[in-house]
């Protein structure tokens, strides 16, 4: 395997089927790693257990020194720049960091010098091996940075709820509990853990007036962290509609009828067409059935079950458009013979196209015509409906 192979196959975002199983075999190798150092935290295991997760642990660390070697090999892969310079921004870029503590993990627990059962603990940051591969988690990182100036002002208002009612309560309750609110950082603990709706309940006020400040302090908690919520939750809604408006403007780039538009028309059918990923073997819909929406191929093939003989088309190529412009029922069965991504195209929209983008249908239209001139499709029979 060469260099550019190796690298396409360890990078998270590879599309190979061996790209795909290595992926699969490093989530197996990282749960497998935690799995093992934390059943080896449990008293009284069996003593084949020990020897398992003993066992585990170095074959994962093994696995994960191998991959950290790897990586500084195909590095000049990815960053586009001479050999020595792209190894070191690998080594101190944070997943350099990472990989290398994942490595040094076992070794460390060792030379730090912890007890012998204690030394697989720091194997546990082995779950930071997730990060590199979680869509889920690098997207959690964007909304923080994206909505970090609306965070920031939310923990500024935490910040000063924190602290008036810290000092407020040691004001107030500072003569009969002098333990607990005899300072102003001892009474912060008392704050913080209502501020947070935690209420251990270890601390309470007792004087009248420490209470309303208590109730404040609670009603202030709910605010503060409804408002975290809210712009997290905004902040993900954004992010995913950002992901998906990228991924289908990629795909609609790839159909060769929209790829000469321009970006600005681009831009607009974005919103209209819907990814859908079709396995192989899958019927996307049958003869007779009534038909709302079309498809456009970006990847795979589909087979169109004409009589008598099938046609099948690829790339680039779209289907069902004959019922969105007739009205008539499908014209012929159509199914995926290779794994297919298809962009939908409802036909709401598509009759939104035909006003606003006239040219896209009629290069539809031109299309269709040029298939009904081919006499291949047999009408509808009553045993292929839906
Ligand atoms: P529709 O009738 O909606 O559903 C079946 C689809 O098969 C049809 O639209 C066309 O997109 C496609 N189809 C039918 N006949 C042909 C043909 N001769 N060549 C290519 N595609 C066809």
């Not at 020595?84 to 993990?105: E, H, K, M, N, V």
């Not at 924190?162 to 107030?172: D, F, G, I, K, V």
Request: hydrophobic letters at 50%.
């Amino acid at each position: 395997m060469d260099r550019q192979t190796l690298h396409r196959t360890l990078s998270p975002h590879g599309r190979s089927r061996v790209a795909r199983r290595f992926r699969v075999f490093y989530f197996i190798t990282v749960l497998s790693g935690l799995a093992a150092v934390i059943i080896e935290t449990m008293n009284g295991l069996p003593a084949w257990l020990q020897i398992l997760t003993a066992a585990t642990n170095i074959a994962v660390a093994v696995l994960f020194c191998i991959e950290w070697a790897l990586r500084i090999y195909v590095a000049p892969e990815e960053w586009l720049m001479e050999a020595r310079r792209a190894r070191l921004q690998y080594l101190t870029s944070p997943a350099g960091l990472i990989d290398l503590f994942a490595a040094a993990a076992l070794p460390l627990g060792i030379a730090v010098g912890l007890r012998q059962d204690d030394q697989p603990l720091f194997c546990v940051l082995w779950v930071l091996k997730f990060v590199r591969y979680s869509a889920g988690l690098s997207m959690v990182g964007r909304v923080i940075r994206s909505e970090l100036a609306a965070l920031t002002s939310v923990l500024t208002v935490f910040s000063v709820v924190l602290l008036t009612s810290a000092t407020l309560a040691h004001l107030l309750e500072r003569e009969r509990q002098a333990e607990a609110f005899g300072s102003i950082p001892a009474a912060m603990w008392w704050a913080i853990v209502t501020l947070t709706t935690t209420g251990y309940g270890d601390v309470v006020p007792l004087t009248v007036g420490g209470r309303i400040v208590g109730g404040f302090v609670m009603v202030s908690g709910i605010a503060v962290f409804a408002m975290w919520a809210g712009i997290l939750a905004n902040g993900f809604a954004v992010e995913l509609r950002r992901r998906s408006f990228l991924r289908t403007w990629d795909l609609v780039s790839r159909v060769p009828l929209f790829a000469d538009l321009g970006s600005t028309v681009i831009a607009d059918i974005v919103h209209q067409l819907r990814v859908e990923e079709m396995r192989a073997g899958t019927v996307v819909f049958r003869r007779g059935q009534i038909g709302d929406r079309m498809y456009f191929i970006v990847s795979g093939r589909v087979r169109i079950e004409l009589t008598p003989t099938p046609i099948e088309l690829g790339e680039g190529a779209f289907f069902g458009e004959f019922a969105l412009i007739t009205g008539a029922p499908r014209s012929a069965t159509v199914t995926i013979v290779e794994n297919a991504e298809l962009l939908v195209l409802d036909i709401a929209d598509f009759r939104d196209l035909a006003v606003k983008r006239p040219e896209l249908t009629q290069a539809i239209h031109a299309e269709a015509d040029r298939r009904r001139a081919t006499p291949v499709a047999t009408p509808p029979s009553s045993s292929d409906g839906a």
